[in-house]
Each structure stands twice: as C-alpha cells, then as structure tokens.
C-alpha cells in the first residue's frame, strides 16, 4: 500500500500539484473531477424531484409519494423508467431537425455549466475547471443558450400552445436575465474577481496553507469566518438587494412558479413540451431540475458563501485532535465537511423555491413583464451604480464613505417610492371615481354610431 | 394625513400579501394531515352506497334469483343478460320454477342506477359497496354469474 502511495504515477496522479505533471495525469483528473460533478450534479435530479414532490405534498396537505420505497425516495427511478419506456411519439408535421436537436440544447449547458461550479477549497480539485478564471461570465454565456432549447422545442413542434410557450419563454428569459446579469456585476464589484473560487474565498477569512509533504496548498478557514463575511451582507444592504433581485430572476430563469408562465398547464396546455414524449421530455425534465439546482448553487455560490460554513469552526474538525494523522483531518474538513454546507445550504435554499411555488399563484404576463423591465432591472442597475459609488466614497473617506452611500440610497428610495405611491393613489382614484360612467358612456356612444338609422 | 396612514396600511398589507400565504402555508409541514392511506384504511362507504352487483342466496344457500329477466328488462343500459334454464326435482337451484343459467353484467355499460335492484321480485340482485373495478382488458369487466354469485353459506359452515 504505501509503495503504492509513494510511486511516482500515484504522486503525480493525485497528490503534486497542477502546474507540474505529466499530461496523462491531467487527463485523468479532469475526468474524474467530471465524474464528481456529473454523479453531484444530475445525482441530484432525482433527490430534488423527490424533495419537492414530497415537500409539496405536505405543504398541500398531503403525504406526497410515500410508497415506492423507504419514504417514497425511489419514487423518482419509477417515473424515469415509466419515461423511457413510453412510446416515443414525433408528430408528423414537426420540423424534425429541430424537433430532435431542442432537448439536447436545453440539456447540454446546464451540464456545461457544472464545470465552474466549486465544491471545495483545493486548488486542484475543488471543481471541474478550478482554474478557469472567467467563471462567472462562462456561466452567464452558457446558461443563456438553455432557452434556445425551450424556443426551438416551441417552435418545431407546430403547436400554436407550444410556440405560445416558447415565446413566453424567450422574452421572460430575455428580461429577467438583465437583472441577473446586474446583481451579479454588483457582486463582482464587491469581490474584484470572476473566478468562482476566489469568490467564494473573498467571502471567508481564508488563508492559503500548504499542505505538509506535498507541493500544493489548500485554502483554509480560519475560526474566525463566518456568515457576516458573506456577500449577502456585504456593504449592507446593497448586497441583500443583489441577492433578493438575484433570487426573483433566478426563479423566473427556471420557469417555476409564481414565474411558470412558458409551461402554464391551464393556458397552455403545458407549454413547449406539450408534443414530447418518452426520453425527450426526460430530458427537458431533467434539465429543468438541473438548472434549478446550479442556479441555486450559483447563488449559494455567489451569495451565501459557497462550501463555507455559516461559522468558521462547524467547517472543520478541531485541530486538537490530534490522534487523528493531518491528512485524514485534511480529507475530513475538504472532502466531507465542505461539500456537506455547500448541499446544506443549497437544498435551504431549494426547499424555499419549492414553499414559493406552494404558496404563491401564477403572475399574468404583463405583470410579469412590468416587473421584470420596470422594477428588477431599475432595482439591480441603480444596486450596481451605488455599490461603485460606496466603494469610491471608501476609498476617500474610509468606513465612513459607506454610510454616505446608504444615506444616497435612502434618499433615492424615498423619492422613488414617493413617486410611485402618488401615481398608485391617482389610479386608485381614478378607478374607483370615473372609470365606470366614461367606459359607459363611450360605449354607448360607440354602439350609437354604428347604429343604422331608421326613419 | 390620515388618507395617507392608511393608503400605507393598504400597501403594506398588500405587500405583506405573499409572505402570509408563504407561513400560512410553511406551518402545515408539521400539522397532523388528514389524508388516509387507502389501501390499508378504508373510509366506510354510505349505507346506500351503489356500486357492484352481487346476486344474493337464502340462508338455506339456494339462489335467490328465478330468471325472470325483469332487471334485463329494466336496464337503461342494455347491461345485463339473463339465461333461464328449467329447475328438476334432482337438481334444484333455485324455490322457483326456473334459475338462472347465464347471468352476465356488462360492467362496462352498467350506470349504477340501481333500477334492476328495484325490479327483482325476489331481492336477488343487490347493489353494494364493493367499489375496486378496475381491470386491464374489456373481456375481464363482463361479469359472469359465478362472479356475482355470494358464496353459499351451507358450505361455509363448520358445524
């Protein structure tokens, strides 16, 4: 055994660090930090259906799937095998290159963008792509070219209710995509980095350790990180807006409800995937539950820390015990521990996307739209320009400067939601004093004109 | 200033809106739910719950049923066929003259309206709670007399 640890090919496949070994041993640990990621990532899919199904249930006072298993958790493997061995129905008038080529496009960037996504601290293994230091543009690109699939699905199955969804689709992704974008610039203002990593260890006391008989270091935790560190609370309250207009479009990028606009099953007939069967809508399926879950990481990512702990110490084992060798505490505190908050806090914050669709009924389209272009984007570009306004004001006056940002955004609020109650209130008294004799009236007026004149 | 406090009041329960419904739906993870599992538990049906036929016998386990073809004649459905064969001294059915050979209910057709129970002259055909229908093939929802037939109570005593 420790020949075997000590040979060179076993050094150089997982023990030196990156920038020196041969290239075979970088071929093998890129696939296997795909496999990880594949095995976290569509792993999940079958938890998170499973999660929400039964979460729902209980929130609808029902029991949810409880049968196929213990607590119903093999529910998910009977429906994907009641999928695949549907018939696999084509229609015969749809545009077949399309028709085949439109569950891949939504499924491939989801998967694509598992590749940033860190769930540990190590440099070399602590994601897909650890080094990639455009993470976060990457992920904007990638997860943007997920809605060609939903518009191409809608438009190739020559279904009015199909093409209806992937329209609704395009333009609700479309708008609600520029406040993403916004309240994610507003973090990397904050950070100074787009590499996922570094994000994540911008939002902890972290300190780049090496690691004993071996030429890499990991970054640790110090004791004293925490959740005050996160970016959710960083520069208070800019970066709690961010999060909130984050939050809102992630839902509306997902197409969950209260945003479930492109797939409403009682306009719509459930929208673009109404003519798929079998494996391609087990596609579109698991795509949908996918994403749901890397936009959630992302914001947990982003937001709340990452694979951090809420407090520096419940992230590691204590030091002291030292009848454990360094190294098994090493692959306790990276391998274990961290992964676990970074799931943790992810399916937080799922099960809260899954009380929202419980609770919360489903916008009208101009009501989505008004949201997206008149509050979300306003929201996030004014967030933007008073995050870099507090950021300059603190490089001149110090702690101070902040404080001189808050007060600008107090101001501005107030002025805008002055503006805003004063345009609420003239609708209100508008509706309730004239609108019913001057639509009376009008029309009345309309009928008469159209009347054909007896003598 | 007054219009205004409560123009705020207004907007802000308006606001509040959704977070309501948001713990007023979050606090039902840990309320008891009323839901029973099916097939453990039954509900007990109605008393004049309608669903199965069965065709009933006398407690001397003869069959109830002469083949008289009244419910056949009385089904809006056209659900039910009635053979009649001739009862013998040596092999005897039914008290009456004729029983019934074939007895079939299409339950397919059947509309559960309970008119061939209120036409049989002597209580034979009974409508019960008998509620799981569901087959998987056409052929099996004919339901033939051996189906509908209660079991002989003569041969199910002990003594």
Same mark, same amino acid.
């Given at each position: 055994?420790?020949?075997?640890?000590?040979?060179?090919?076993?050094?150089?496949?997982?023990?030196?660090?990156? *920038?020196?070994?041969?290239?075979?041993?970088?071929?093998?640990?890129?696939?296997?930090?795909?496999?990880?990621?594949?095995?976290?990532?569509?792993?999940?899919?079958? /938890?998170?259906?499973?999660?929400?199904?039964?979460?729902?249930?209980?929130?609808?006072?029902?029991?949810?799937?409880?049968?196929?298993?213990?607590?119903?958790?093999?529910?998910?493997?009977?429906? =994907?095998?009641?999928?695949?061995?549907?018939?696999?129905?084509?229609?015969?008038?749809? *545009?077949?290159?399309?028709?085949?080529?439109?569950?891949? /496009?939504?499924?491939?960037? @989801?998967?694509?963008?598992?590749?940033? &996504?860190?769930?540990?601290?190590?440099?070399?293994?602590?994601?897909?792509?650890?080094?990639?230091? @455009?993470?976060?543009?990457?992920?904007?690109? @990638?997860?943007?070219?997920?809605?060609?699939?939903?518009?191409?699905?809608?438009?190739?199955?020559?279904?009015?209710?199909?093409?209806?969804?992937?329209?609704?689709?395009?333009?609700?992704?479309?708008?609600?995509?520029?406040?993403?974008?916004?309240?994610?610039?507003? #973090?990397?203002?904050?950070?100074?980095?787009?590499?996922?990593?570094?994000?994540?260890?911008?939002?902890?006391?972290?300190?780049?350790?090496?690691?004993?008989?071996?030429?890499?270091?990991?970054?640790?935790?110090?004791?004293?990180?925490?959740?005050?560190?996160?970016? /959710?609370?960083? &520069?208070?309250?800019?970066?709690?807006?961010?999060?909130?207009?984050?939050?809102?479009?992630?839902?509306?990028?997902?197409?969950?409800?209260?945003?479930?606009?492109?797939?409403?099953?009682?306009?719509?007939?459930?929208?673009?995937?109404?003519?798929?069967?079998?494996?391609?809508?087990?596609?579109?399926?698991?795509?949908?539950?996918?994403?749901?879950?890397?936009?959630?990481?992302?914001?947990?990512?982003?937001?709340?820390?990452?694979?951090?702990?809420?407090?520096? /110490?419940?992230?590691?084992?204590?030091?002291?015990?030292?009848?454990?060798?360094?190294?098994?505490?090493?692959?306790?505190?990276?391998?274990?521990?961290?992964?676990?908050?970074?799931?943790?806090?992810?399916?937080?914050?799922?099960?809260?996307?899954?009380?929202?669709?419980?609770?919360?009924?489903?916008?009208?389209?101009?009501?989505?739209?008004?949201?997206?272009?008149?509050? &979300?984007?306003?929201?996030?570009? =004014?967030?933007? @320009?008073?995050?870099?306004?507090?950021?300059?004001?603190?490089?001149?006056?110090?702690?101070?400067?902040?404080?001189?940002?808050?007060?600008?955004?107090?101001?501005?609020?107030?002025? #805008?939601?002055?503006?805003?109650?004063?345009?609420?209130?003239?609708?209100?008294?508008?509706?309730? =004093?004239?609108?019913?004799?001057?639509?009376?009236?009008?029309?009345?007026? =309309?009928?008469?004109?159209?009347?054909?004149?007896?003598? | 200033?007054?219009?205004?406090?409560?123009?705020?009041?207004?907007?802000?329960? $308006?606001?509040?809106?959704?977070?309501?419904?948001?713990?007023?739906?979050?606090?039902?993870?840990?309320?008891?739910?009323?839901?029973?599992?099916?097939?453990?538990?039954?509900?007990?049906?109605?008393?004049?719950?309608?669903?199965?036929?069965?065709?009933?016998?006398?407690?001397?386990?003869?069959?109830?049923?002469?083949?008289?073809?009244?419910?056949?004649?009385?089904?809006?459905?056209?659900?039910?066929?009635?053979?009649?064969? $001739?009862?013998?001294?040596?092999?005897?059915?039914?008290?009456?003259?004729?029983?019934?050979?074939?007895?079939?209910?299409?339950?397919?057709?059947?509309?559960?309206?309970?008119?061939?129970?209120?036409?049989?002259?002597?209580?034979?055909?009974?409508?019960?709670?008998?509620?799981?229908?569901?087959?998987?093939?056409?052929?099996?929802?004919?339901?033939?007399?051996?189906?509908?037939?209660?079991?002989?109570?003569?041969?199910?005593?002990?003594?």
């Amino acid at each position: 055994m420790s020949e075997l640890i000590n040979s060179p090919v076993w050094r150089d496949l997982f023990v030196n660090s990156a *920038d020196n070994i041969p290239w075979y041993a970088e071929f093998v640990r890129s696939l296997l930090r795909f496999v990880i990621a594949l095995a976290g990532g569509l792993g999940s899919v079958p /938890i998170l259906v499973w999660l929400e199904r039964r979460l729902l249930g209980f929130w609808q006072g029902r029991l949810g799937p409880n049968r196929v298993g213990p607590f119903g958790l093999l529910q998910p493997m009977a429906d =994907a095998l009641k999928l695949m061995m549907k018939e696999d129905i084509t229609p015969t008038n749809v *545009d077949k290159a399309l028709y085949y080529l439109a569950p891949a /496009i939504a499924l491939v960037p @989801v998967i694509c963008s598992l590749t940033v &996504l860190p769930w540990n601290s190590s440099s070399d293994w602590g994601a897909v792509a650890p080094h990639l230091n @455009v993470g976060i543009l990457f992920l904007l690109a @990638v997860a943007s070219i997920e809605v060609y699939g939903v518009i191409l699905a809608g438009w190739s199955s020559n279904n009015k209710y199909s093409l209806l969804g992937g329209l609704r689709a395009s333009s609700q992704v479309i708008s609600y995509e520029l406040g993403m974008g916004l309240s994610i610039i507003a #973090v990397l203002l904050m950070t100074g980095t787009l590499a996922m990593q570094e994000l994540v260890h911008s939002q902890t006391i972290a300190a780049n350790v090496p690691i004993p008989d071996s030429n890499y270091s990991v970054w640790t935790q110090s004791v004293s990180a925490g959740f005050w560190n996160w970016n /959710i609370f960083k &520069l208070f309250p800019f970066g709690l807006v961010a999060a909130i207009v984050y939050m809102i479009s992630m839902i509306a990028e997902t197409n969950r409800a209260p945003f479930d606009l492109p797939e409403a099953e009682t306009e719509l007939v459930a929208g673009f995937h109404t003519e798929y069967t079998s494996f391609k809508f087990a596609m579109f399926f698991m795509g949908e539950y996918a994403n749901m879950m890397i936009v959630s990481a992302i914001c947990v990512t982003l937001f709340l820390g990452g694979y951090t702990a809420p407090w520096g /110490i419940l992230g590691q084992l204590p030091a002291s015990w030292t009848f454990f060798p360094t190294s098994v505490l090493n692959f306790v505190n990276h391998v274990v521990i961290a992964p676990a908050w970074l799931f943790i806090k992810l399916y937080t914050l799922i099960s809260f996307f899954i009380l929202v669709r419980a609770s919360q009924p489903r916008l009208r389209y101009d009501m989505l739209m008004h949201f997206g272009w008149k509050v &979300l984007l306003p929201t996030a570009l =004014a967030n933007v @320009v008073l995050v870099a306004t507090s950021m300059a004001l603190q490089q001149l006056f110090g702690a101070v400067g902040h404080f001189i940002a808050v007060g600008i955004a107090a101001c501005l609020a107030t002025i #805008v939601l002055w503006v805003a109650y004063l345009h609420w209130k003239a609708r209100k008294s508008g509706d309730e =004093a004239s609108r019913l004799p001057i639509r009376r009236e009008s029309v009345v007026r =309309a009928i008469a004109a159209r009347m054909p004149v007896e003598d | 200033m007054s219009e205004f406090w409560s123009d705020v009041r207004q907007i802000a329960s $308006e606001v509040l809106a959704p977070f309501q419904g948001m713990a007023r739906v979050g606090v039902k993870i840990i309320e008891p739910t009323t839901v029973l599992s099916y097939p453990e538990f039954r509900r007990p049906m109605g008393r004049r719950a309608r669903w199965r036929h069965v065709l009933n016998r006398y407690d001397n386990g003869m069959e109830k049923c002469i083949g008289c073809s009244l419910c056949a004649g009385a089904c809006p459905a056209n659900a039910i066929l009635v053979v009649a064969g $001739e009862n013998t001294d040596q092999d005897r059915k039914s008290p009456g003259e004729r029983f019934a050979e074939r007895y079939e209910i299409n339950m397919l057709r059947c509309i559960y309206c309970g008119f061939c129970q209120e036409s049989c002259p002597t209580g034979a055909i009974e409508l019960k709670d008998i509620f799981e229908l569901a087959e998987d093939s056409r052929k099996k929802l004919i339901y033939t007399k051996e189906m509908l037939l209660v079991p002989d109570p003569q041969l199910e005593r002990i003594d």
